[in-house]
């Protein structure tokens, strides 16, 4: 199982962002997916969920409507769509397969098997 992170980067407050997380070595359509992440000095908060299928999705508080999980099956690839940032945004974010099909709430980081390496986003003016 291989999971890579990629379009982190700096962005302004207000700006957006868009994550991307390339899957190989297992049947991405069978599993959701989470991503996480993690702000300097701080523990482990997930972002957003989605279900193996993309028929529904989950978000944390913290980034409800202004964050947009979406998965592509054919093309094994799951993205997060990130608006309106913040300054408290600013944070790695990791890619999580789920050991099955749907996103348990609240998230539990022992339901994820397999983890990215991450990609850093940070948000400053």
């Known amino acids: 199982v291989q999971l890579v992170e990629s379009g982190g980067g700096l962005a302004q407050p207000g700006g957006s962002l868009r994550l991307s997380c390339a899957a190989s070595g297992f049947t991405f359509n069978d599993y959701a997916m989470s991503w996480a992440r993690q702000a300097p000095g701080k523990g482990l908060e997930w972002v957003s969920g989605i279900y193996s299928d993309g028929s529904a999705t989950v978000y944390a508080d913290s980034v409800k409507g202004r964050f947009t999980i979406s998965r592509d099956n054919a093309k094994k690839m799951l993205y997060l769509q990130m608006s309106s940032l913040k300054p408290e945004d600013t944070a790695q974010y990791f890619c999580?397969?789920?050991?099955?099909?749907?996103?348990?709430?609240?998230?539990?980081?022992?339901?994820?098997?397999?983890w990215g390496q991450g990609t850093q986003v940070t948000v400053s003016s």
């Open positions: 999580a397969k789920n050991g099955g099909s749907v996103v348990g709430v609240p998230f539990q980081s022992y339901e994820y098997d397999y």
